[in-house]
């Protein structure tokens, strides 16, 4: 049964840390999605690749936060440094997307829920 | 660029009563909408897509959503809820030629017995 890794599942650190979260995509998927889901926000999206290139970082505080896709099998998602805000969970998600006509259906991580003392 | 919202926070029925979950879309193109389950400390799973194939969609656990366009909706309904329905529930929008997927604010659901 193919699914998304994600790792730390849990991460309490202090204000000021950097902090590095991690996902393994489904293999063969080629877009790459990272979320973060508070109480108050709801689901944000922060940024999305296609391809591990990134197509929209809009959501993402630049200052702090930056995604990358060092290879097919690994996306990143690093906080530098990390702010109490920024306590939440992060999910990362990949689907296929194919061509100009396909639906683009995400599978899920089970999270990272950061929080930041 | 596409939204959804969810109408209603949290949504209360009893064991065996029609479930009904709302979801109003904006999309300047044909958009692809979709609903997601999450339980507890857990990610989200599909539970159905509409992909401008037929207009009624039926996904797992007996759940179906009709897509109107005149009314721009992509309601979820169960005709008879289930305790194990219980869990929050999310609209998503994204478009055709597009890869991005935006979310609904949720609506959580509970099942009285």
């Known amino acids: 049964d193919a699914r998304v890794t994600q790792t730390p599942r849990h991460k309490v650190t202090e204000m000021g840390q950097e902090v590095t979260m991690r996902c393994q995509p489904i293999l063969g998927h080629n877009t790459v999605f990272w979320y973060r889901q508070t109480m108050m926000q709801g689901l944000e999206l922060l940024a999305y690749?296609?391809?591990?290139?990134?197509?929209?970082d809009s959501g993402m505080p630049k200052d702090r936060f930056s995604a990358e896709m060092p290879d097919a099998t690994l996306a990143t998602l690093k906080i530098q440094p990390s702010e109490p805000r920024d306590s939440a969970v992060y999910f990362c998600?990949?689907?296929?997307?194919?061509?100009?006509?396909?639906?683009?259906?995400?599978?899920f991580g089970a999270g990272s829920r950061l929080t930041v003392l | 660029a596409q939204s959804v919202t969810q109408l209603g926070s949290h949504v209360s029925v009893s064991e065996g009563a029609l479930v009904l979950l709302r979801c109003n879309y904006s999309?300047?193109?044909?958009?692809?909408l979709f609903w997601y389950v999450q339980y507890p400390n857990q990610g989200l799973q599909l539970l159905l897509k509409y992909t401008s194939a037929a207009t009624l969609v039926k996904g797992i656990n007996g759940f179906e959503a009709e897509f109107k366009k005149s009314e721009t909706s992509f309601h979820l309904t169960k005709p008879s809820a289930h305790m194990s329905d219980a869990a929050e529930y999310f609209c998503a929008v994204s478009r055709i030629n597009n890869n991005d997927m935006r979310f609904g604010a949720g609506t959580r659901l509970t099942v009285k017995p």
């Open positions: 998600a990949s689907g296929l997307a194919q061509g100009g006509s396909g639906a683009n259906v995400l599978t």
């Open positions: 690749f296609r391809n591990r290139a990134p197509l929209d």
């Open positions: 999309s300047s193109v044909p958009p692809y």
